[in-house]
C-alpha cells in the first residue's frame, strides 16, 4: 500500500505563489504516476497535473504555463509550485498515487486547501 501526506496549502492573493508538497511512505517502488487533483465547492475533481515514474508531466489547460509538477525521489516526495494563482484555482488539492501490485491501485491524500482571494 502506499500512503500519502500533503501540505502547504493555505490563503494567498491573486497573483500570488504557492507549493504544496505531497509525502508519500510505503509501497512507493511500485508508484507509476503522481497526480494532483483538485475540487472546488459544488464542482467535481478534476485532474490538474500528472508526472510519471519516468518524469514525463502533464498539466491541465487551466494551468499550463502556470503550476509545475516535480518529483524528488530521495525524498519520496511530489510537489505542485503553483503561480500566478487566479480566484478559480481555489480549490481543496488532493494528492494521488497510481501504484502496481498484482493490479492497479490508488491512493489519497487527506487534502489541502488552496484559498485564492482577489
Known amino acids: 500500500q502506499v500512503q500519502l501526506v500533503e501540505s502547504g496549502g493555505g490563503l494567498v492573493q491573486a497573483g500570488g505563489s504557492l507549493r504544496l508538497s505531497c509525502a508519500a511512505s510505503g509501497s512507493i517502488f511500485s508508484i507509476t504516476t503522481m497526480n494532483w487533483y483538485r475540487q472546488a465547492p459544488g464542482k467535481q475533481r478534476e485532474l490538474v497535473a500528472v508526472?510519471?515514474?519516468?518524469?514525463?508531466?502533464n498539466y491541465a489547460d487551466s494551468v499550463k504555463g502556470r503550476f509545475t509538477i516535480s518529483r524528488d525521489n530521495a525524498k519520496n516526495t511530489v510537489y505542485l509550485q503553483m503561480n500566478s494563482l487566479k480566484p478559480e484555482d481555489t480549490a481543496v488539492y488532493y494528492c494521488?498515487?497510481?501504484?502496481?501490485?498484482?493490479?492497479?491501485?490508488?491512493?489519497w491524500g487527506q487534502g489541502t486547501q488552496v484559498t485564492v482571494s482577489s
Open positions: 508526472i510519471t515514474s519516468g518524469g514525463s508531466t
Open positions: 494521488n498515487a497510481d501504484y502496481l501490485e498484482g493490479e492497479y491501485f490508488g491512493s
